[in-house]
């Protein structure tokens, strides 16, 4: 009977791809708190774990009709999208709440760990079933 | 892995507070430079910050860092005072003093060094994000 790790890792191998991807959009926010007119990003994590899982992008590949066309590496990724202020203005245009944002990044960082420690655990059951341990 | 990029983002970040914080020295340390003409006179300086250009291929939505596009003179008028006493007067009697806010000054201080204390957090913690993810199955 062979092991299928996929079906051993369950969706946390997805998750932390997920989780890693959120945290750098969230550091983005953080680093341009003081930047006049930045918006502030968050990402759709069930469409990002979607295609994670999926393992399909959804890239609009382009098409190159001529050698000398550059190669098009455009991806629409939907999943990154702008977040609605909660205050109307700031006066410089940046929507950047830096609270909200650490929380979010400190979530962000704790669900990551905590992916990680159930891919852990998971790979010591693992282990163990290879090795026949019976501690 | 993504979180590479984490350093780099809060790299420039830190870089341009700190620009904002060598600004916020100069300006503080020229507070009280004193000369006889307007055109002499230091003014308050501030840096300007923007979010990084998109590579012109890419889809808008990569994480940007900080840039500094550069460091403009505050426009706010100079202190003109009547002082004939003081060896820098003009030969109006006049002498002219900086258009630098001490408290405006400490106050973008104190917000640039917490600023910049928030990117360093940012950055440890990607870094310990990475670490545990390196000694994965390891324990």
Partial sequence: ?135 | MSLFQIFDVSASAMSAQSVRLNTTASNLANAESVSSSAEQTYRARRPVFAAQLQDALGDGTAPQGVEVKGIVESKAPLVKEYNPAHPMADKDGFIYKPNVNPIEEMADMISASRSYQTNVQVADTAKNMLSQTLNLGKG
């Fill in chain 1, 1 to 135: 009977m062979a092991i299928s790790f996929d079906k051993a890792f369950g969706i946390h191998q997805y998750t932390i791809g997920a989780r890693s991807q959120r945290a750098e959009v969230l550091a983005a926010n953080i680093a341009n708190a003081d930047t006049p007119g930045y918006k502030a990003r968050d990402v759709d994590f069930s469409a990002l774990l979607e295609q994670a899982q999926g393992g399909q992008s959804t890239a609009v590949a382009l098409t190159r009709t001529n050698e000398q066309h550059i190669a098009g590496g455009s991806s629409l990724d939907s999943s990154v999208m702008y977040r609605t202020p909660l205050e109307a203005d700031t006066g410089d245009g940046n929507t950047v709440d830096i609270n909200q944002e650490r929380t979010a990044f400190m979530e962000n960082s704790l669900e990551f760990q905590t992916s990680l420690s159930f891919l852990n655990s998971k790979i010591s059951v693992l282990m163990r079933a290879i090795k026949g341990d019976s501690a």
